[in-house]
């Protein structure tokens, strides 16, 4: 069966393989004549231009020639590659180019044959090999001589110095001529071939004092002149050397084979995506590796940083994908792979084994099991487009020059093939979908028309037919199917119009509602899409009952995306109101098949007097407070304004420098005191004091993060990042390594002072980590800080996310003697009736009821009550947030025993604390303790 692609290449479709370093050419073997070559063919061919080789008489070929070429017809039709050796005689100059030919279709049906020429490798590899193998012939012969009973008799030098002296031997058995052989079956073989009279030839591995080498065999029967005794007579020559040649030679045709099959699945596969996965396809295979994947290069639209992604990827059955993963998308290169860019852009490659890369590309590049990589440039129209990688992941794969230069050789091609294969796509699509809009739009237009040149005459009921049709049509182009709603194609005919509106009036106003269906897709999933469709048309009547104005226009964009177009407002609070009362007709269900359906959605609002200039940018941010609102807890609106998009980029800049800290925090510290500059992060603490003696008892680590050249970033702000990107398990446990190693530093300092302990909070990300426990052992152990002095704070809402794992997790921690406090007390589930359920020391009473205590009996009243109850369950108090004299009084009159705030001292950095315990720091200033 013919399987060669039915697709038609013309000389047009062509152009862009002219850029190539390899000769390419197309030869019609049907008719016997050159069809097409690119630049670099041409010199081969010693030929001007196109023209003039194309015009060259080719029926001189000899019958040889053209039954060999006619013979390759059916192997071409089945996808088939065949690989020839031809000489050309450029500029005079004799030269032999490996070409690989594969089928194609050109102009008129005919099959033609794609011809990619290798010249440069071939050349260079050629004469080293011939040399080689020249070289190889004239090795030393070994002579060995044995009895039929394989007991060795003689050896000539040769044969002794790679075997050793086996005539006095030690073994026992004196089978020395089958000892030989790896493959003990050999000798038996070769004994009974010249019982017979026969020689025995063969290419085998034997065992010699250097390790098992490749040998030439050749073994004979003879007898001895005098005795006529047989004898077995051996002559052997090492191969190993042109065995490993012959490999490569093998290995490098099989790479040759490999990139030309690949180029040739690029220009003849008309889907895109299929030809790149196939290319990448035959590329493994050929250069057995175990991953093969092209990275594309791009810039991010905010912060202009270089970053990659993976676009298409082929993977051996041996590892897993890793394209879906969302964290190898849009990589930052100074970030996870910082030289790569300049090296890429400048054409070079990457190659190596990865023990030997630099960190961070090490540290990277082993989280993804790669053993060994080569990365090769993709450059398109002289840009960096991106790159191709070949990973090793179960093997240190030494790639040699020969693979190197084919592989960079054939990038070039790729490049070339991927620009012509993008382009053809795109075309491919822009027509299909006119072609698709076309023939939709214009069925009931051809019926029309035909009805029209059947009739005699033109009638005036024709005619207005013809008109309702053309109605029809129009409509049908610029309105959903589903929900009869306009489309995004007149809602943005609309918004040009509002925009150069606005230009003219500027006292004009207009808003856009960029509307998205809350969890649609769970009913999509659990309902099926016919349900899912009739939602989308009721809520699509709904949104048209909220606006009967004239000066609307509800458009569906998409899926479960809508937009509302509100023209000639009177101010932009109208737009608010007009989402409210949205939110409050969706507070009604919707009656679907006897089923009650409740559905909400996220509003996100942009207005015209922001100052907009394309009906893109309106939509586009409209639709990142839309996710903001979501984001927030959906089923609310959001209103975009020049503050949040600097928000959100500041966010984003916020993030991005958090990453980058964090990532450095424990590499660079080494290298930050050397230089004696001021680390991003350092921990303050604020003092613990013991509210009946006024002795210091404690500190609470707190951690701060000032950026370089930036002032210090407030808690508030970078925290929630941490614990929303997960950065906060690494800083948590570096802060608490950090806490642990400067207690125990102030104990050897201060071993006379009074016992202190320090206080570390724990977030739910790492509470939740299976490994808390021993991290926590190995701080401890590399700090040697005993446990009693560590005291872990875990907030109510943590515990109770999960009760269960959490007393488990609790009991671990209360076994290795750590002390253990809830801390925020009241701003959780406030509620002391779970808390005899865990075995917790400490309670910590938040800083909102201490405030209040001056200002609401009801505030003191609790703050007494949580004290009396901690106490009854053993359990002592730590009051936060204590600001003044009078709030001190009543947390004595309590019995509270400890206590922090500003009130004693905000919290300060190391060398302040450490004053502190120098200084013996009391409070008798305040009062406390002063009558003991």
């Known amino acids: ?12 479709d062509l152009a862009l393989l002219d850029i190539l370093r390899s000769p390419i050419w197309i030869f019609d073997i049907e008719q016997m004549k050159m069809w097409w070559a690119n630049q670099a063919a041409l010199s081969l061919w010693n030929a001007g231009s196109l023209e003039e080789l194309l015009n060259r008489d080719w029926s001189d070929f000899s019958e040889g020639t053209k039954t060999r070429l006619q013979g390759y017809l059916e192997e071409l039709k089945q996808e088939k590659t065949v690989i020839e050796q031809w000489t050309f005689y450029p500029k005079g100059r004799a030269l032999s180019v490996r070409c690989v030919c594969s089928g194609i279709r050109i102009e008129g049906g005919y099959l033609a044959m794609l011809i990619e020429g290798v010249t440069d490798v071939v050349e260079h ?132 084979e490999g990139v030309a099959k690949a180029t040739n699945q690029l220009l003849t596969i008309g889907d895109r995506n299929l030809g790149i996965n196939r290319a990448l396809e035959a590329l493994g295979r050929a250069t057995a590796v175990d991953r093969v994947y092209i990275v594309q290069y791009h810039i991010h639209p905010l912060t202009g940083e270089h970053l990659m992604s993976k676009r298409w990827e082929w993977l051996s059955q041996r590892v897993s994908v890793q394209i879906k993963k969302p964290k190898l998308q849009n990589l930052s290169y100074r970030a996870m792979l910082p030289s790569w860019y300049q090296n890429l852009a400048m054409g070079k490659p990457i190659i190596g084994l990865v023990r030997d890369f630099p960190s961070p590309e090490r540290e990277f590049l082993e989280s993804q099991d790669i053993r060994s990589i080569l990365v090769v440039p993709l450059r398109i129209e002289g840009q960096c487009w991106g790159f191709i990688g070949f990973d090793d992941c179960y093997k240190e794969h030494q790639w040699s020059e020969s693979e190197t230069s084919i592989l960079m050789g054939v990038a070039g091609s790729i490049s070339g093939a991927i620009a012509h294969s993008s382009a053809v796509a795109k075309l491919a699509k822009l027509n299909a979908d006119l072609e698709a809009i076309i023939e ?47 489309n995004r ?122 100052g907009y200039n394309r009906p893109e940018e309106l939509l ?46 424990e590499a660079g510290q080494m290298a930050i005191w050397e230089l004696n500059l001021i680390p991003q992060f350092q921990l303050y603490y604020q003092p613990i004091v013991n509210l009946k003696t006024g002795q210091l008892v404690g500190f609470e680590a707190l951690v701060r993060w000032q950026p370089i050249e930036q002032e210090f970033i407030s808690p508030g702000e970078f925290i929630p990042i941490a614990e929303e990107t997960d950065l906060i398990v690494p800083l948590g446990a570096w802060v608490l390594r950090q806490a642990c190693l400067q207690l125990r530093t102030w104990q050897k300092q201060f071993p006379h002072a009074q016992p202190l302990t320090v206080s570390v909070n724990l977030s739910g990300r790492q509470f939740s980590q299976s490994d808390l426990v021993v991290q926590i052992d190995q701080i401890l152990q590399e700090t040697n800080l005993d446990g009693r002095a560590l005291k872990l704070e875990i907030t109510e809402t943590v515990i109770m996310a999960n009760p269960e794992l959490a007393a488990a997790m609790l009991l671990q921690l209360k076994r290795r003697n750590i002390q253990l406090c809830i801390d925020d007390f009241g701003t959780g589930y406030s509620s002391l009736s ?45 009051a936060e947030g204590i600001e003044t004299q009078t709030q001190l009084e009543k947390l004595q009159g309590f019995n509270c025993e400890l206590g922090q705030g500003y009130l004693f001292s905000k919290p300060v950095d190391s060398r302040t604390a450490t004053q502190f315990i120098a200084q013996a720091w009391n409070l008798s200033h305040l009062g406390i303790g002063s009558g003991e």
């Open 440 to 486: 939709e739009r214009t069925a009931e237009l051809k019926v029309a028309n035909e009805q029209l040149r059947q009739e005699i005459c033109v009638s005036e009921t024709a005619v207005k037919h013809r008109q309702h049709i053309e109605k029809r049509l129009r409509h049908n182009a610029f309105h959903d199917a589903l929900t009869g709603l306009p």
């Open 489 to 610: 194609a007149l809602l943005i005919e609309h918004l040009e119009r509002a925009l150069e509106r606005t230009k003219q009036h500027p006292e004009y106003l207009f808003a856009v509602l960029f509307l998205d269906l809350d969890r649609f897709k769970v009913v999509n999933d659990s309902m099926g899409h016919t349900i899912g469709d009739r939602l989308l048309i009721a809520f699509a009547q709904r949104l048209q009952h909220c606006l009967q104005e004239d000066n609307s226009l509800i458009a569906r964009l998409g899926g479960d995306e809508f937009a509302i177009l509100l023209e000639d407002i009177q101010e932009l609070s109208d737009a608010n109101r007009i989402a409210e009362q949205i939110h409050k007709q969706l507070t009604h269900p919707f009656l679907l098949d006897g089923q009650e359906i409740f559905t909400s959605v996220s509003i996100g609002i942009a207005l015209s007097s922001t």
């Open 834 to 878: 779970y808390l005899h359920r865990f075995p917790l020391d400490t309670l910590k009473i938040d800083q909102s009821f201490v405030r209040q205590m001056a200002v609401e009996a009801e505030h003191t009243e609790i703050v007494q009550t949580i004290v009396t109850l901690a106490h009854n369950l053993g359990m002592e108090v730590i």
């Open 125 to 256: 590899i050629d004469s080293d090999t011939l040399r080689s193998i020249e070289a190889l012939r004239h090795t030393t012969l070994m002579v060995s001589l044995y009895t039929f009973d394989e007991m060795p008799l003689m050896q000539n030098p040769s044969a002794l110095r790679c075997y050793g002296d086996e005539k006095n031997a030690p073994q026992t058995d004196n089978k020395a001529f089958r000892r030989r052989f790896v493959d003990a079956s050999v000798a038996e073989q070769a004994i009974s071939c010249i019982a017979t009279g026969d020689v025995f030839s063969i290419e085998t591995q034997v065992n010699t004092l250097n390790g098992i080498r490749w040998h030439k065999v050749d073994v004979r029967r003879t007898n001895d002149s005098s005795t006529g005794v047989l004898m077995i007579l051996v002559n052997e020559k090492d191969i190993t050397d042109l065995q490993r040649m012959k490999l490569e030679l093998r290995q490098r045709d099989r790479l040759l």
């Open 1 to 12: 069966m013919d399987k060669t692609s039915d697709l038609i290449f013309t000389r047009s």
């Open 620 to 665: 586009r941010d409209a639709d990142i407070v839309l996710y903001r609102a979501k984001a927030q807890g959906r089923s609310r609106y959001e209103v975009f304004d020049l503050a949040t998009h600097e928000r959100i980029v500041a966010l984003l800049k916020l993030e991005q420098d958090l990453q980058r800290a964090v990532q450095d925090l």
